[in-house]
């Protein structure tokens, strides 16, 4: 799955100023804890969470994941979009819930 099919699946909205949109995403992890996020998350990963703090840019550089979407409407500040720029993450948004989402793409990719 690209993240095209991931901002055409889940009605997202780009925050990255720039973005790949056929950068490959090898798994999924749906979490705001950041502890499980580092116990689960897989290399090339898309993050859907809700947590909007500069721990989550941390945690996904750290953990090689690709790109980060805020769900639930949630927007990073403009320190954490900077901060996800220079890591080289990419940032997206999305209205649904959590649940709505991983299930959308679970159902999509079959991850």
Do not use: H, W
């Given at each position: 799955?690209?993240?095209?099919n991931?901002i055409d699946?889940?009605?997202?909205?780009?925050?990255?100023?720039?973005?790949?949109?056929?950068?490959q995403?090898i798994?999924?992890?749906?979490?705001?804890m950041m502890s499980?996020v580092l116990?689960?998350?897989?290399?090339?990963?898309?993050?859907?969470t809700?947590?909007?703090?500069?721990?989550?840019?941390?945690t996904?550089e750290?953990?090689?994941?690709?790109?980060i979407?805020?769900?639930?409407?949630k927007?990073?500040?403009p320190?954490m979009?900077e901060?996800?720029?220079?890591c080289?993450?990419?940032?997206?948004q999305?209205?649904?819930?959590?649940f709505?989402?991983?299930?959308?793409?679970?159902?999509e990719g079959g991850?």
């Amino acid at each position: 799955m690209t993240i095209k099919n991931v901002i055409d699946l889940l009605d997202a909205r780009v925050l990255s100023e720039s973005i790949d949109l056929d950068k490959q995403i090898i798994s999924i992890c749906g979490s705001d804890m950041m502890s499980d996020v580092l116990a689960f998350i897989k290399k090339d990963a898309l993050l859907l969470t809700g947590l909007t703090n500069p721990q989550v840019i941390r945690t996904a550089e750290m953990m090689d994941i690709v790109c980060i979407a805020f769900i639930r409407g949630k927007t990073p500040s403009p320190e954490m979009l900077e901060l996800a720029e220079e890591c080289g993450i990419y940032v997206i948004q999305s209205d649904l819930r959590m649940f709505e989402a991983c299930g959308i793409l679970y159902k999509e990719g079959g991850f």
